[in-house]
């Protein structure tokens, strides 16, 4: 419905009646004509929203990349502060959700930069325009639904529910259905006020990682090094062994683990390919991916909520290429992989696990290092593959000595 957003006549002459369809709906589910006229009665459709949504990453950004702009030094000390400045009520939400408060600022300084941005988008407003607009209108239907919900039971008013164009609101950018399913009341007013109070908050957030699995003092992810003849295609994701297990095999911590570490699950990830840095991930580092579908952004929450308690800075990887493919030669290499017979799937632009299975064989076929890491270096060396028959596609290993099984 782009185009009817481009016409100012025509889209406001069919948002009134889509908008009038959801009144009926919204006043069938229980929410009052007060209520919807509050959050929805001077709304028009916003194109600039629309044009957000639409807008597809330019670039993929390296890992290394990512990390600088997020978990700078600013930004550790920031949280080393504000973590004594709330001692009492982050130990107080530990104590309950069993979440430590390092985890809980790493995400507040993500989201908000500790508060700071939050957003200033009108949420029903928001919601609305990408509901009517037909691009997962589903989805944000049923946000916008919710928002409304919680106007109605009287947490926030209309005017105060504000935050970014996606709809997430609050320190920790809940989105509203994980706010009714997950939000708590933390300082016990009768409200939950996730704008403005930083109990209700914390609470929250932990009590949504606590739901979700959090593992009480686990680690998310920690830093190692890799034996000189390590097999990069144990370095995967879904490939879990004991982390004993892996410290048998040479992988070495930067930091010693913890005791009752070593009999949990762990892989070895290479968000940067063979020459950039190396993590053992954990089951923690699962729930924050449910919170953010990101091994970037998980491995920035795993960083900076250890800087934040005095852990070290990345020690490796600098070595690595910082440049990356665009979102437009990444399709080009998934189209590249399939014409040589190595099947990456329907070209998207974004290298999800069937594209990294893809690249690992390709890599293996001309002796490179299996890392499954899209690289422009990667994609000038298919470039440069002559096309023919299809190339036998090689086996991924999927295990070591036996131990190491899909998840």
Same mark, same amino acid.
């Given at each position: 419905?782009?185009?009817?957003?481009?016409?100012?006549?025509?889209?406001?002459?069919?948002?009134?009646?889509?908008?009038?369809?959801?009144?009926?709906?919204?006043?069938?589910?229980?929410?009052?004509?007060a209520t919807f006229h509050a959050a929805l009665g001077n709304v028009s459709p916003d194109a600039n929203i629309v044009a957000q949504d639409r807008n597809q990453p330019e670039f993929v950004q390296p890992f290394l990349s990512?990390?600088?702009?997020?978990?700078?030094?600013?930004?550790?000390?920031?949280?080393?502060?504000?973590?004594?400045?709330?001692?009492?009520?982050?130990?107080?939400?530990?104590?309950?959700?069993?979440?430590?408060?390092?985890?809980?600022?790493?995400? &507040?300084?993500? =989201?908000?930069?500790?508060? @700071?941005?939050?957003?200033? +988008?009108?949420?029903?407003? /928001?919601?609305?325009? *990408? $509901?009517?607009?037909?691009?997962?209108?589903?989805?944000?239907?049923?946000?916008?639904?919710?928002?409304?919900?919680?106007?109605?039971?009287?947490?926030?008013?209309?005017?105060?529910?504000?935050?970014?164009?996606?709809?997430?609101?609050?320190?920790?950018?809940?989105?509203?259905?994980?706010?009714?399913?997950?939000?708590?009341?933390?300082?016990?007013?009768?409200?939950?006020?996730?704008?403005?109070?930083?109990?209700?908050?914390?609470?929250?957030?932990?009590?949504?990682?606590?739901?979700?699995?959090?593992?009480?003092?686990?680690?998310?992810?920690?830093?190692? &090094?890799?034996? =000189?003849?390590?097999?990069? @295609?144990?370095?995967?994701? +879904?490939?879990?062994?004991? /982390?004993?297990?892996? *410290? $048998?095999?040479?992988?070495?911590?930067?930091?010693?683990?913890?005791?009752?570490?070593?009999?949990?699950?762990?892989?070895?990830?290479?968000?940067?390919?063979?020459?950039?840095?190396?993590?053992?991930?954990?089951?923690?580092?699962?729930?924050?991916?449910?919170?953010?579908?990101?091994?970037?952004?998980?491995?920035?929450?795993?960083?900076?909520?250890?800087?934040?308690?005095?852990?070290?800075?990345?020690?490796?990887?600098?070595?690595?290429?910082?440049?990356?493919?665009?979102?437009?030669?990444?399709?080009?290499?998934?189209?590249?992989?399939?014409?040589?017979?190595?099947?990456?799937?329907?070209?998207?632009?974004?290298?999800?696990?069937?594209?990294?299975?893809?690249?690992?064989?390709?890599? *293996?076929?001309?002796?490179?290092?299996?890392?499954?890491?899209?690289?422009?270096?990667?994609?000038s060396s298919m470039l440069a593959q002559p096309l023919q028959a299809p190339v036998q596609q090689m086996p991924i290993n999927s295990s070591a000595s036996g131990k190491i099984a899909p998840r």
């Open positions: 419905m782009m185009a009817g957003l481009a016409n100012t006549a025509q889209a406001q002459t069919g948002f009134a009646a889509w908008l009038d369809e959801l009144r009926i709906e919204a006043l069938a589910k229980g929410i009052s004509a990512y990390l600088s702009k997020r978990v700078t030094d600013n930004r550790v000390n920031n949280g080393q502060a504000l973590r004594q400045r709330h001692q009492a009520l982050l130990d107080d939400v530990e104590l309950v959700y069993g979440v430590p408060s390092s985890v809980l600022l790493a995400f &507040w300084g993500l =989201e908000t930069n500790y508060g @700071q941005f939050m957003g200033s +988008h009108a949420i029903p407003a /928001a919601l609305a325009t *990408l $509901a009517y607009d037909g691009r997962r209108h589903q989805f944000f239907r049923s946000q916008l639904l919710d928002a409304l919900r919680i106007i109605e039971q009287g947490h926030i008013q209309a005017s105060g529910m504000r935050g970014s164009w996606a709809g997430a609101m609050g320190h920790m950018q809940f989105i509203p259905s994980t706010f009714l399913r997950y939000a708590v009341d933390g300082d016990q007013d009768g409200y939950i006020d996730v704008w403005n109070s930083l109990p209700d908050a914390f609470h929250s957030a932990a009590n949504y990682l606590s739901q979700m699995g959090w593992q009480g003092t686990q680690p998310t992810a920690v830093e190692v &090094w890799l034996p =000189e003849q390590f097999d990069w @295609q144990q370095a995967a994701l +879904h490939l879990r062994q004991p /982390a004993r297990n892996w *410290l $048998a095999m040479g992988v070495l911590p930067v930091e010693t683990l913890r005791q009752d570490s070593l009999d949990a699950p762990a892989a070895v990830i290479l968000p940067q390919g063979a020459k950039g840095p190396a993590f053992l991930v954990f089951d923690n580092f699962d729930i924050v991916m449910r919170w953010n579908r990101s091994v970037n952004y998980a491995l920035s929450v795993a960083l900076l909520s250890e800087r934040i308690i005095g852990g070290p800075d990345l020690m490796h990887g600098d070595e690595s290429a910082h440049d990356a493919l665009s979102h437009e030669a990444l399709k080009q290499l998934q189209q590249q992989l399939n014409l040589l017979g190595f099947e990456a799937g329907e070209p998207d632009g974004f290298p999800g696990p069937q594209t990294q299975a893809a690249i690992r064989r390709y890599q *293996l076929s001309v002796g490179l290092s299996a890392d499954g890491y899209a690289s422009p270096a990667l994609l």
